[in-house]
């Protein structure tokens, strides 16, 4: 339901409303109806016309050949005095237009400062021509081409194009088939407004292009002109411009940038800042079981079908350098999680994989016998797969998936075949005609996956590929994943939060802290020696650095030590691990009972959650220790927050990890 409008908000805005529509109104009471046609077909009005729509045509013409770069260099380019640049550019938008057709005089003007050379040089002469009119239009329309502009490329995430280069696109193909599509709505609204703000110019234009017939006389010079002994007429003439501006105004409704629309501009596919829950994006009368993306593996019963032919395989060799420090070799058809705290430099790997970063540099990247340090980022064969899929909005999805192939010269009819192939194979064929728009976060996904598989890489880039979906497309996205992977016959790098994903996608675990290598091994290694205390943690274990002494105990950093029943032979540093399931808790100290492990500490419950069918509990003690026990133990103890508790350790559950 709609929420009534405030008084206090209603009347001055009906207020505003009427004052900006009664000049409106005047014009249309006012206008000499009866002799309306023979004064617009008049030859001075014609020619007036005639004159308006060329210089404005010309005018923006000259604005997009020079606003265009330059609103790409305001968005993409970080360059000293950018804030002033900018402020130059608004300049002639608030700039009274008499004043802009002074400072034309003073820069173009017979007397300015650079028209004394063009007449000399060139034999030009600005001032008072219809070249003259051009440019006072230009200097006020440009502004608003450049400022809708660059809202318009800021709004396009750098993920898009980033993607379409990691495809195989070069710069040049990349801007024709992703950047100007995208943009397309704001640089339409941009030169619209460009071209009815050079329709309407008349200060600048009478200062510096002076009001002659034919030559700069425009209408709304005309206006001025007939205002001074044919009002009516002049009333006629200005609503041929209001009726051209307002004309203008229909037409860019709805593709004003910014303008929150379903499906608008850079919200296609699983894009930036998309809800994959939400299901307003659904497409009508796909049930939710369709739309989530389950039970489509196999459309209708049907096997996927076979994948089209895949590339050489080709095994990774690396060392990173900078931000990031890591070596990396694995062999073809190897998966790699990559794994880390928050800002351990997991994406910074991956850019600098795909060339789109300085802040580490990939001193060798070798793939097969390839070496490809110095290739540009189209030229690597690294095909990157964004967190959120990154879905071209104004592409299908079967056009999607060709992406890369017609980016390396495939011919449309031969891409889109084996485009279709893959879409199949990965069980989406049938959502081929799609718009991103309309495919579930599942669903996207696949058409990414596809996407980045159809390209023919060397080495697959996925980034989080499955934190964006809620936990049951997780979870047959997740299957997905492994059914492909196994048959892709290059590098597989997937940065992960999730252990379980780490676990069970990748045959090697690449655990990144602080932008240093902490382990490389196997999952089943990682469990079994993890390297460090993050390493185990996210394995669900309690770990603590130590120090072996010689009298076999170990030594905590706070002073405390355990007691382990397999004490290390030699002295030194390493991880004292216990998993939770071997933490007792007893709510008196448990010497008192039958059962007494040896470690003991005394605490709180600090926190309390379910894990599956089990409970784990959270205790604050000298040290943070995590129990798992099952439910009924935690109600038999009374476990609520705070609640005062013992926790326990056999001396046989404490493992000594050497670092
Ligand atoms: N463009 C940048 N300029 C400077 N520092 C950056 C830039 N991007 C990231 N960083 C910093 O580099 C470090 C690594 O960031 P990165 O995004 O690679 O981490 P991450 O492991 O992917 O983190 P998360 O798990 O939160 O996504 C962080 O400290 C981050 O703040």
């Not at 019963?301 to 032919?309: C, I, K, L, N």
């Not at 928050?342 to 060339?355: P, Q, Y």
Request: hydrophobic share 45%; net charge positive.
């Amino acid at each position: 339901m709609r929420a009534r409008t405030p008084l206090p908000l209603a009347i001055p805005s009906v207020l505003a409303i009427g004052f900006l529509f009664l000049p409106l109104a005047g014009v249309l009471t006012r206008t000499p109806w009866g002799s309306l046609p023979s004064r617009l077909t008049s030859h001075e009005v014609t020619q007036a016309l005639a004159l308006s729509l060329t210089v404005s045509a010309y005018s923006l013409a000259l604005s997009l050949v020079l606003g265009v770069p330059l609103a790409w260099l305001l968005a993409r380019v970080d360059f000293p005095g950018k804030a002033l640049v900018r402020s130059l550019v608004m300049l002639p938008m608030v700039l009274p237009p008499t004043v802009a057709g002074v400072a034309l005089l003073q820069g173009y003007g017979r007397r300015g400062v650079l028209g004394p050379w063009l007449d000399e040089w060139f034999g030009i002469t600005i001032p008072f021509t219809t070249t003259a009119a051009v440019t006072a239009s230009t200097f006020v329309a440009m502004p608003f081409l450049v400022i809708s502009l660059e809202g318009a490329l800021n709004g396009l995430h750098p993920r898009y194009e980033e993607t379409a280069t990691s495809l195989g696109a070069t710069p040049l193909h990349t801007f024709r088939t992703i950047t100007l599509p995208m943009i397309a709505p704001g640089l339409f609204a941009g030169a619209a407004l460009c071209w009815a703000r050079a329709l309407g110019e008349f200060g600048a234009t009478i200062t510096f292009a002076g009001n002659l017939p034919g030559v700069t006389q425009t209408l709304p010079l005309q206006v001025y002109l007939l205002l001074q002994d044919d009002p009516e007429g002049a009333t006629a003439v200005s609503l041929l411009l209001l009726a051209i501006a307002t004309a203008v105004l229909l037409t860019l409704r709805g593709h004003w940038p910014q303008t929150p629309t379903a499906g608008g501009r850079g919200r296609g596919g699983a894009g930036p800042g998309r809800d994959v829950k939400d299901s307003s994006w659904r497409v009508p009368g796909t049930t939710s079981r369709d739309a989530r993306g389950h039970e489509e593996f196999s459309p209708r019963g049907v096997r996927p079908a076979p994948a089209p032919t895949a590339p050489t395989p080709r095994p990774l060799r690396t060392t990173v350098t900078g931000a990031v420090e890591t070596t990396l070799t694995a062999q073809a058809g190897t998966t790699i999680a990559v794994v880390g705290p928050n800002g351990a430099g997991k994406t910074t790997l991956l850019r600098t994989l795909l060339a789109l970063t300085n802040r580490a540099k990939a001193e060798t990247l070798t793939l097969g016998d390839q070496d490809v340090s110095a290739a540009p980022p189209h030229r690597r064969r690294i095909a990157w797969v964004p967190q959120d899929g990154a879905l071209f909005p104004h592409l299908t999805a079967l056009a999607n998936t060709a992406y890369g192939l017609r980016a390396q010269g495939t011919p449309k009819n031969e891409a889109h075949a084996t485009a279709q192939q893959w879409l199949d194979h990965l069980g989406i064929g049938h959502l081929a005609h799609r718009r991103p728009g309309l495919l579930s976060g599942g669903q996207a996904q696949r058409v990414a996956l596809a996407r980045a598989l159809a390209a023919g890489p060397s080495l697959l880039l996925l980034d989080e590929p499955l934190a964006a979906l809620d936990q049951s497309t997780r979870a047959q996205v997740r299957h997905t994943l492994r059914t492909h992977l196994a048959d892709f016959p290059g590098v597989c790098l997937i940065v992960t939060h999730d252990p379980v994903e780490a676990v069970s996608l990748a045959d090697q675990v690449l655990v990144l802290e602080d932008g240093r290598t902490t382990q490389y091994a196997p999952p089943a290694e990682l469990a079994r020696h993890p390297r460090s205390p993050w390493v185990a943690r996210m394995l669900g274990l309690n770990a603590w650095p130590t120090e072996a002494t010689a009298d076999g105990t170990l030594r905590l950093p706070n002073g405390a030590t355990l007691t382990t029943a397999d004490p290390p032979p030699t002295p030194g540093p390493g991880l004292a691990v216990i998993t939770p399931e071997a933490v007792s808790l007893h709510t008196a100290h448990p010497t008192a009972t039958t059962s007494s492990p040896r470690n003991v500490w005394q605490g709180k419950v600090r926190e309390l959650t379910s894990q599956g069918s089990r409970m784990r509990v959270l205790v604050d003690a000298d040290l943070e220790i995590v129990a798992e026990i099952t439910p009924a133990a935690a109600a038999e103890l009374k476990l609520t927050e705070a609640t005062p508790v013992w926790a326990g350790a056999k001396a046989t559950e404490v493992r000594f990890v050497a670092l």
